[in-house]
């Protein structure tokens, strides 16, 4: 017996890791410029670490894209399913679980025990601990929120 279509949740959560990443990569490492992948070990105040920087920054944008398409690949393959409806809370929910997820593990890893980089470099060091811890916050918001709407979907939704 086949079980009844389901909200594809990973779907969502895909979409928001790999919209995390755009954001962080296009806002913080490009707009503003305010650190690149590595920049705590390879400043980018040379030609040569600028390059390797913007090498590394295109590998983690080629890794946020296929979290985009596989998210939507997932979705695709459950919209061809019949019969199948679901609240916009739960999309966006998952979304944002994913988008805090992407922050809470870029912050904890990259920011805290990697080092690699921190959100704002242009400050003063001593400043870089409230920017990291800011969007530690910014992302546990967004998953607390996100997983709040997605349950609320979920209870709107039928099945």
Do not use: C
């Not at 980018?44 to 600028?50: I, K, P, Y």
């Not at 946020?64 to 019969?83: I, K």
Request: neutral net charge; glycine residues 14%; hydrophobic residues 50%.
């Amino acid at each position: 017996m086949r079980s009844p279509p389901q909200f594809p949740t990973l779907a969502g959560i895909l979409f928001g890791l790999g919209l995390g990443g755009f954001f962080d990569g296009i806002v913080f490492h490009q707009l503003l410029q305010w650190h690149h992948m590595v920049t705590a070990g390879y400043p980018a105040d040379s030609v040569e670490d600028l390059r390797f920087n913007t090498l590394l920054d295109g590998l983690f944008h080629a890794a946020t894209y296929l979290f985009v398409v596989l998210g939507l690949v997932l979705l695709w393959r459950a919209a061809h399913q019949s019969h199948l409806w679901w609240s916009g809370k739960m999309l966006v929910g998952t979304v944002l679980i994913g988008f805090g997820l992407f922050n809470l593990v870029e912050g904890l890893v990259d920011h805290q025990i990697l080092g690699i980089h921190h959100v704002n470099e242009t400050v003063p060091r001593e400043q870089w601990i409230y920017w990291d811890l800011g969007f530690l916050l910014w992302g546990a918001l967004m998953l607390v929120g996100g997983w709040r709407l997605w349950r609320q979907g979920r209870r709107a939704s039928p099945g």
